[in-house]
C-alpha cells in the first residue's frame, strides 16, 4: 500500500526528532564524523563553482549540506518541518526560501536549478525512480545533480563486526546511530548507479571516506544527451 502524504511526514518527523541531525553531524562517534566531513567534501567538490547560481536540496535535512554554498541562491526541500525548522536556523543569513512537502509531488518549474543535490535521502524514499526522474526535470540543460546514497550491504556487515567486539558491546545501541531502520531500499554502489543512469549520465564517482572503503557512494550527474 502506498504511503501518503501525512504518513510519509510522520515518519521523517520521528526521524528528526530520534535522530537530532545537529547531533549527528556534532557528536556522533569519531569515524562516523570522519566520513560524513569527507562525504560533505565530496559534495562541495562535485558542485563546483555555485556563486549566483540557483542550488537545491532535495531532502535539506538540517541544512547543513547547503551552508557549504553560501555564494548561491538556496532552497531547501523537505517533508519534515521538524527538519525544515533546523535548517532556518543553520541558514540564518543565507540567500534561502524553504519548501515542505514530496518533491515529486510539488508543482515546481522544469528546468529551475543549476544544481541539485539530494544526499542520503533516497532509500527513504517509496518511489526513487520518480524523485530521480524529478531531479532530472527540474535541472537546466547545463546542470549538475550530486547524489549521495548510503552502501548498506557493506554497512550492515561492518556494524555486525563492530556489534561482536568489546567497542560494540561497549557503544551498545550507538551502533545502530544513523537511523538505517527508516531506510526502505539498500543498494551497492553498482546497483545504485545502474538505476541513476536510466535517468542522468554519471560524469564521476567517488566514495567516502575513500574508494576502498565505499561506506557512502556519490556521483556527480549531469543531464543526459
Request: with cysteine.
Amino acid at each position: 500500500m502506498a504511503s501518503s502524504g501525512a504518513d510519509v511526514e510522520a515518519l521523517n518527523d520521528r526521524l528528526a526528532r530520534d535522530y537530532p541531525i545537529d547531533d549527528y553531524y556534532a557528536r556522533s562517534p569519531l569515524p562516523v564524523r570522519v566520513i560524513e566531513q569527507r562525504r560533505l567534501e565530496i559534495i562541495r567538490a562535485f558542485a563546483g563553482e555555485v556563486g549566483g547560481l540557483d542550488l537545491a536540496e532535495i531532502g535539506s535535512g538540517g541544512g547543513h549540506v547547503l551552508r557549504m554554498f553560501r555564494g548561491a541562491r538556496l532552497t531547501a526541500i523537505d517533508v519534515s518541518s521538524v527538519f525544515l525548522d533546523t535548517a532556518r536556523k543553520n541558514l540564518a543569513g543565507y540567500d534561502a526560501r524553504f519548501i515542505k512537502g514530496e518533491v515529486d509531488k510539488l508543482d515546481l518549474p522544469s528546468a529551475s536549478f543549476d544544481r541539485i543535490i539530494c544526499t542520503e535521502v533516497l532509500e527513504h524514499t517509496q518511489d526513487p525512480e520518480a524523485i530521480l526522474a524529478t531531479i532530472t526535470r527540474l535541472l537546466r540543460p547545463d546542470g549538475v545533480a550530486v547524489i549521495t546514497v548510503p552502501n548498506d550491504p557493506l554497512i550492515l556487515k561492518l556494524k555486525g563486526i563492530v556489534r561482536r567486539t568489546p567497542v560494540g558491546w561497549a557503544l551498545r545501541d550507538r551502533v545502530k546511530w544513523g537511523g538505517d531502520e527508516f531506510h526502505i531500499h539498500r543498494w551497492t554502489p553498482a546497483e545504485f548507479e545502474r538505476l541513476l543512469g536510466r535517468f542522468l549520465r554519471v560524469t564521476d564517482r567517488r566514495s567516502a571516506p575513500f574508494d576502498a572503503l565505499p561506506i557512502r557512494a556519490c556521483f556527480r550527474c549531469v543531464q543526459r544527451l
